[in-house]
């Protein structure tokens, strides 16, 4: 089984949390092949970034890059999908057939179409609306 972990997926993994040992474990025993996609990537760093921002320089900012560092380092373990041509296609399509989700989501959709990926998501309400699309929730 070839997944896409969308960012709420992705962030158990950064966090090392609870429901994160809980995905890894739905992934070893589906034997999934797993990868990230780079407007994911995109949100979680921005995330992170605005976090950071948020703080005042020095101490209070510790912990925002501790997070940061972990987000990089975990993006590091994974392959990650590019918004290439093929995706770019679907995107354009989906777009104008007025898919009523955002535009991030709507990228990451369009990734999974083009690679024929299971996109794995708490967001099973918008992302349920992209005809074509297998998204699955293995956190909950």
């Known amino acids: 089984m070839f997944v896409v972990l969308d960012t709420n997926h992705f962030t158990e993994f950064i966090d090392a949390s609870a429901l994160g040992t809980i995905l890894m474990s739905r992934i070893d025993e589906r034997e999934a092949q797993v990868f990230s996609c780079i407007t994911a990537a ?3 760093l921005r995330g992170w970034l605005a976090l950071l921002n948020r703080k005042k320089p020095g ?3 510790m912990e925002a ?3 940061l560092q972990r987000c990089l380092e975990t993006l590091g ?3 990650i ?3 290439d041509q093929d995706a770019a296609n679907h995107f354009h399509r989906l777009q104008s057939e007025r898919i009523p989700i955002g535009t991030m989501d709507l990228k990451i ?3 999974c179409l083009a690679y024929d990926a299971t ?3 708490r967001n099973l309400v918008d992302f349920q609306k992209v005809p074509g699309l297998r998204v699955e929730n293995w956190l909950d």
Request: hydrophobic residues 35%; proline residues 5%.
């Open 42 to 44: 995109e949100e979680s």
């Open 59 to 61: 101490q209070e900012q």
């Open 65 to 67: 890059y501790s997070k």
């Open 77 to 79: 373990k994974f392959s």
């Open 81 to 83: 999908l590019p918004f």
């Open 109 to 111: 959709a369009s990734i």
């Open 119 to 121: 996109l794995l998501s």
